[in-house]
């Protein structure tokens, strides 16, 4: 525990941290001893007098009376108020009492509310008064005595008040630290949880389109036993180099992940200038797929994060031509203008009843694409439309 925390209250390490709990700590100690010692110093003091002029059987029940008042400052955080009241009280009738009475209503200064405080004090100032008249010596005018318990009085409450002004300021403070890292921490949950999410989207884009095409042509070898040699060796050629482009697609999206500013590792994100390849790769695979798209001088113009997002959505709607309907022809057609903003259309047959058995799909491909197009400013629609399945985005394109 920081030495900090060891000199304060255990009833403010408690506010601050309900975890500690309310022991006492080393500066409960302290100030206990040290209020006693001044209440006794304080009684000794007020009984000199009778001390140096010997001692009569009612100063020997006022010195008891003070040394109850001391040994009750013990129970002071329990009643502070009631015990300054009582003690306030009987400083009436024992000048012994007096340093005691002090030192408890300083207390209940730092521990009550006002409403309760203005009733210790007003007391405390009604037995100056009272004393003043009761045990005043000649020489001294009556108004200085009461002066002097007024003053006394306004001191002692002024300083407790002061201190209970400083421990709502170190509560507050705490609990505004407290808020702020209870805000830092959801913050970094938070970014935890879009940066899985973001994983997640990536590693589906990729992963979902490469093993496709693996699966097409691992399935034909597999329906096709009499294939020539010469067709096994292509279809073959094709898996190895699928296989070895996904692992590329895999460290390239390892490597937008991480998003290191203070180096470069050469790797790309996926852009409009790519599509040609995915159009490539699927007729491969076997699908008839129909490419319109603008010059690349054009599409030059487009932002990274734009670009990024269209490139995702010809390639997820190629994976699900080929995963839902095999063989049906593609049309995958991107227009628009600078400041008119980009369109994206893949649009393909839906397929007959009894096409044969499509590949079974979690349907998170759309779903992230939705978010992909919205973080990107866009939107994206996607459905049957007649009779063709329809995947349509439009992304803006700054002018």
């Known amino acids: 525990m920081p030495i900090f925390w060891q000199w304060q209250p255990g009833s403010l390490r408690a506010d601050v941290d309900p975890g500690r709990g309310r022991g006492r700590s080393v500066r409960d100690v302290f100030v206990d001893a040290t209020g006693i010692l ?83 004090a007003g007391l405390g100032v009604a037995t100056s008064v009272v004393n003043t008249f009761t045990r005043q010596s000649p020489e001294v005018p009556w108004w200085a005595g009461t002066t002097i318990g007024v003053l006394a009085t ?56 490469r093993m496709s095409l693996l699966s097409v042509h691992a399935g034909a070898l597999e329906f096709n036993p009499a294939a020539s040699e010469a067709e096994i060796s292509r279809a073959a050629g094709i898996i190895r180099s699928g296989a070895h482009q996904m692992l590329i697609d895999l460290r390239e999206v390892i490597g937008l992940l991480r998003e290191d500013p203070a180096g470069d590792s050469g790797l790309r994100a996926p852009a409009l200038d790519r599509v040609p390849e995915l159009v490539t790769e699927a007729r491969q695979a076997g699908t008839a797929v129909r490419l319109e798209i603008p010059e690349t ?97 439009w992304l803006p394109w700054e002018a």
């Open 38 to 120: 001044i209440a006794v110093v304080a009684g000794l003091l007020s009984a000199l007098p009778s001390l140096l002029d010997g001692m009569a059987p009612a100063d020997l029940a006022d010195l008891a009376l003070g040394g109850l008042g001391c040994a009750a400052l013990l129970v002071r955080r329990r009643w502070p108020a009631a015990l300054a009241l009582v003690l306030a009280a009987l400083s009436a009738v024992s000048l012994t009492v007096g340093g005691a009475a002090g030192v408890a209503t300083f207390f209940a200064a730092v521990h009550r509310r006002l409403r309760a405080v203005v009733w210790v």
């Open 154 to 209: 306004a001191v002692l409450v002024g300083l407790g008040r002061l201190v209970r002004a400083r421990r709502q300021l170190l509560v507050s403070l705490a609990e505004r630290a407290r808020l702020v890292e209870e805000e830092h921490a959801g913050r970094l949950v938070e970014a935890r949880r879009l940066e899985r999410t973001r994983l997640a989207r990536e590693m589906h884009d990729v992963l979902a389109h």
């Open 297 to 393: 001088a054009v599409l030059a113009t487009i932002s990274a994060l734009v670009g990024c997002t269209a490139y995702r959505i010809v390639q997820e709607g190629l994976t699900n031509a080929r995963k839902h309907a095999p063989g049906r022809p593609v049309t995958v057609a991107l227009g628009g203008a600078a400041g008119s903003g980009l369109r994206v259309v893949v649009r393909q047959p839906l397929p007959s009843a009894g096409a044969g058995l499509p590949i079974p799909g979690a349907g998170t491909g759309l779903a992230g694409l939705t978010e992909r197009a919205a973080l990107a400013g866009g939107r994206l629609e996607h459905g049957p439309a007649g009779d063709e399945y329809l995947l349509r985005a």
